[in-house]
């Protein structure tokens, strides 16, 4: 271990992975070294028994859940935008030959008590009973607005600058009203509270376009697919990856201690009284608790199911989100759930998680309307834990932290965070105009 590397990457979670594997690609020395044994830090995903040893301590799952091995149950479970930049990520990396996709049956929207299908374009939201016959139509000229969008062709702006005009004001002008604002901003953008409504409506109109063409992809019912076995395949492929190009992994190694040099630099990483020497260090945010600050909690719940979730056309696979105004909240709510189809579960069993940013210490109470709409549960746990960002310099430190997962059941924010620390490790953009057809044997 007594070597000299570029990059220190700390902790298996799959934003670790992911840089590890882009860094090694760029032809960085980088070691990775995790103390736990198992790949995916937080992002890790369990079989049955695994499950049980870290909700129920010593208690055995009943027999009538099925064979432990046939669960893969993801601890931040998140489904993957099918035009998105993971996508991007995982072609420009050839990540894709480790990986089979399958897309997602199902993406709706709590509005008013009830689950609809989310409307993504101008036909499907003449159909859609979220609204009325005038607002069907005043929602469809805003969708062709929408598709027709160009950013570097002015003649698609009709007059308005995105990148000045606030998404307030460029809804203004179609007349809708707060329902399907509320549709459109959190279940087609994905915004998890209402801040984007004050902001530049450019951000909101490319989350939409990339809804559309993520879900005219596979001509499905949702935008999304997910990893057969489920998300712990992540992790692991971008491992191999970095092996490819010469990266070094070691896992189950106790105590890594950053060291620092008196000008408060890094300089190494020491585990069981070595210390491998590194410019950089990347880790999440455990590793370097004195340079991250707490800036929420999630609270979630994992349900095991004999069944879909009601109301969603049995869709095998689906993400419902619960706008916060429909909840009288401050931050969304989200609903995921898949099963024996993507083989995270055996035959005839499904896995949902309800998933919001914690507003009491009490995941049951602060859950319900989520937990309402899953219906009839064999088991079911709760959970609570603490979100934190860095709040560290790394221009003076060379420490690169990664945020906590957020409470969202989809990738953009994830991605997002990997690519802003990838630019600030290496100092380049990382170029994700790829041909996306590329992924499309992996998917099918």
Not at 38 to 58: A, H, V
Not at 250 to 258: A, R, S
Request: hydrophobic share 35%; with cysteine.
């Amino acid at each position: 271990m007594d070597e000299e590397y570029d990059v220190i990457v700390l902790g298996t979670g799959l934003k670790e992975c992911i840089l590890s594997g882009l860094l090694s690609v760029d032809g960085l020395k980088v070691l990775h070294m995790d103390r736990n044994d198992y790949y995916g830090g937080e992002s890790t995903s369990l079989n049955l028994i695994q499950l049980w040893k870290r909700f129920r301590g010593d208690d055995k799952p009943p027999p009538h859940l099925g064979a432990s091995r046939d669960y893969n149950i993801d601890m931040n479970p998140k489904f993957i935008m099918a035009n998105g930049n993971l996508v991007r990520v995982l072609i420009h990396t050839d990540v894709t030959k480790y990986l089979y996709f399958k897309a997602v049956d199902g993406s709706y929207v709590f509005n008013k008590g009830k689950v609809h299908k989310v409307p993504a374009n101008d036909m499907e939201a003449l159909k859609s009973p979220l609204m009325g016959l005038f607002e069907k139509r005043r929602a469809r000229k805003f969708f062709i607005y929408v598709q027709n969008y160009n950013e570097s062709d002015p003649k698609t702006h009709e007059g308005m600058d995105l990148t000045r005009v606030t998404t307030k004001e460029l809804i203004a002008k179609y007349g809708l009203d707060d329902n399907t604002i509320d549709f459109i901003g959190h279940a087609l953008a994905l915004h998890s509270d209402d801040r984007y409504l004050a902001e530049p409506a450019l951000d909101t109109v490319k989350r939409m376009k990339l809804y559309a063409e993520s879900l005219a992809r596979f001509q499905g019912g949702s935008p999304y697919i997910y990893p057969l076995y489920g998300l712990g395949e992540l992790p692991q492929a971008f491992a191999r990856l970095s092996a490819v190009y010469g990266g070094t992994y070691m896992l189950n190694k106790p105590e890594c201690k950053v060291e620092f040099d008196e000008e408060g630099k890094v300089v190494g990483v020491t585990s069981e009284g070595e210390t491998a020497k590194c410019k950089k260090v990347v880790c999440d945010p455990s590793y370097l608790p004195g340079k991250v600050r707490k800036v929420g909690r999630v609270a979630r719940a994992i349900a095991i199911m004999s069944h879909p979730i009601p109301s969603t056309d049995d869709s095998h696979s689906v993400q419902i989100i619960l706008p916060q105004k429909q909840l009288g909240r401050k931050s969304d709510m989200y609903l995921f759930c898949c099963s024996y189809t993507h083989n995270v579960a055996p035959k005839g069993k499904f896995i949902a998680f309800v998933s919001t940013e914690a507003e009491t210490d009490q995941p049951a109470i602060g859950l319900k309307p989520g937990i309402d709409l899953l219906g009839p549960v064999d088991e079911i746990f709760f959970d609570i834990y603490d979100r934190y960002e860095p709040v560290n310099e790394p221009t003076l430190d060379n420490c690169f932290i990664s945020t906590s997962y957020d409470a969202t059941t989809h990738f953009e924010s994830t991605v997002d965070d990997v690519l802003n620390m990838y630019t600030l490790i290496t100092g380049k953009v990382i170029d994700l105009s790829v041909d996306l057809s590329a992924a499309s044997a992996a998917e099918e």
